[in-house]
């Protein structure tokens, strides 16, 4: 477990690679959402786990049995962390609690079903003791916000038992908390292989079908 955690501690400074090179800003911008309204700011951030292999994968210091073993942690669960807080004067912030940013904390499917976090006796022990050495981490490379940042566990799957949220495949994840609607369309973008307007080249979202500018269908490199 040592080993796993620091391996994680190397998240932040390093450049994540799969299929095609990944932008880690432009993955983390896909990863976490603000909404931001009269002085009140609440956030989404979700892991999916395919994150821990395309931020690890090629790093001499992690060996492919740390990403196997945090992968398999993960595998069965969304991970998710939920921040909702009041700015003050200056940089003064007042964060809800944990209970108060559960208490109306769901994931909403495509068939608008609902999902609420798993509680403490519904986890694996292996995830937990994971996830609560990840937590603080993750939390410090956010500065003072990091103070209000609380993880949640949710379980999302069809009868089939598979998971119904998958970062790679058409479709999206929803999730409500704090009075605000948080929607990542997927694929996420950056996992996505660029594409390109056949005007004039520029390159586009690999989500986009037409370019904005001239209205031509878009194409692969």
Known sequence: MKKVITSILILCTLTVFSQKKIDQTELMKDLIIWKKSNGKMS???WIPNSYWKIALEGNPNVS???????????????????????VGNGTNMTFKTRSEVEKNLMIIDINKKKYKPLSESEIKSDTKK????????FAQTFGKMGEGMHFFVFRVKNDKGVNIINEFKK???????SENIFK????LSALVED???????EKMNGNWNFCPNHGKELKSK
């Open 64 to 86: 492919k049995n740390t990403i196997s073993l945090i992968e398999k942690s993960f595998k069965d669960y969304i991970i998710l962390c939920a921040i909702d807080f009041k």
């Open 195 to 201: 594409k390109y307007c056949p005007i004039d080249k």
């Open 171 to 177: 479709g999206s994840l929803i999730v409500h908390h």
């Open 43 to 45: 956030g989404s951030f």
């Open 130 to 137: 994971l996830l609560s050495s990840i937590s603080p981490m």
């Open 184 to 187: 990542w369309k997927l694929p």
